[in-house]
């Protein structure tokens, strides 16, 4: 009789398991904890989102609109922690949306941000290389962060023309520290023209005085 009742139980269990999906509430509450930025780029954490379901979860929350944006960016640095091909498309499908971030500037510069995870890649950089004419200042300097930090050559370009019409002071940091980390000769090239111009003092001194 009690094997039988073991037997008649397990069926039950599989099925109430089958029953219940992971949803973008579940994740909230995982991910509502002071230590969150610990907690998400820990790989025993982050991995078990690499299946389908909980993967769901994820994009839903990063792209949720009214969605308290504070939870939204948690969502997309998971994003970026996944490394996934699927993380990466959905937030550049997130980058590209016009109207992802209009209800806080920010998120968006968390997407660029999340994007710089990710392997060196052509189509990466043809995206991303936007961001460096985006209004927001945030998403300029989290933009030429990321390219820094992918390190491909064609991004040289795209940051030497930026600097030369950009205003921010953070977004020039942002693309010098950029180009030092690509270490390319038209990268170094420019950083020695940028330091014998005695117009950019301000911005040699952010560096001790020397690019």
Same mark, same amino acid.
């Given at each position: %009789?009690?094997?039988?009742?073991? #037997?008649?139980?397990? @069926?039950? #269990? &599989?099925?109430?398991?089958?029953?219940?999906?992971?949803?973008?509430?579940?994740?909230?509450?995982?991910?509502?904890?002071?230590?969150?930025?610990? =907690?998400?780029?820990? @790989?025993?954490?982050?991995?078990?989102? =690499?299946?389908?379901?909980?993967?769901?979860?994820?994009?839903?929350?990063?792209?949720?609109?009214?969605?308290?944006? !504070?939870?939204?960016? !948690?969502?997309?640095? %998971?994003?970026?922690?996944?490394?996934? @091909?699927?993380?990466?498309?959905? &937030? &550049?499908? %997130?980058?590209?949306?016009?109207?992802?971030?209009?209800?806080?500037?920010?998120? =968006?510069?968390?997407?660029?941000?999340? #994007?710089?995870?990710?392997? @060196?890649?052509?189509?990466?950089?043809?995206?991303?290389?936007?961001? $460096?004419?985006?209004?927001?200042? $945030?998403?300029?300097?989290?933009?030429?962060?990321?390219?820094?930090?992918?390190? %491909?050559?064609?991004?040289?370009?795209? &940051?030497?023309?930026?600097?030369?019409?950009?205003?921010?002071?953070?977004? =020039?940091?942002?693309?010098?520290?950029?180009?030092?980390?690509?270490?390319?000769?038209?990268?170094?090239?420019?950083?020695?023209?940028?330091?014998?111009?005695?117009?950019?003092?301000?911005?040699?001194?952010?560096?001790?005085?020397?690019?």
């Amino acid at each position: %009789m009690k094997n039988f009742l073991i #037997l008649l139980f397990i @069926p039950l #269990l &599989l099925i109430s398991t089958n029953l219940y999906a992971y949803s973008m509430d579940d994740l909230l509450k995982e991910l509502d904890v002071p230590n969150w930025q610990e =907690k998400i780029s820990n @790989p025993v954490f982050f991995e078990k989102f =690499k299946s389908p379901e909980k993967f769901k979860a994820v994009v839903e929350l990063a792209d949720a609109r009214g969605y308290d944006w !504070r939870y939204r960016i !948690r969502a997309i640095r %998971m994003l970026g922690y996944l490394k996934t @091909p699927q993380a990466q498309e959905a &937030l &550049l499908v %997130m980058f590209q949306d016009h109207f992802f971030h209009h209800e806080c500037p920010s998120l =968006k510069s968390y997407v660029a941000e999340s #994007l710089g995870d990710f392997p @060196p890649a052509r189509r990466l950089l043809e995206v991303l290389k936007e961001g $460096l004419k985006d209004p927001e200042v $945030l998403v300029r300097e989290a933009t030429a962060k990321s390219l820094g930090r992918i390190k %491909m050559l064609e991004s040289v370009k795209y &940051l030497t023309e930026a600097f030369k019409t950009e205003k921010s002071l953070a977004v =020039k940091i942002a693309i010098v520290n950029a180009l030092r980390s690509i270490e390319s000769p038209e990268a170094r090239s420019f950083l020695k023209l940028i330091a014998s111009d005695g117009n950019h003092r301000e911005l040699i001194d952010a560096f001790g005085g020397s690019l």
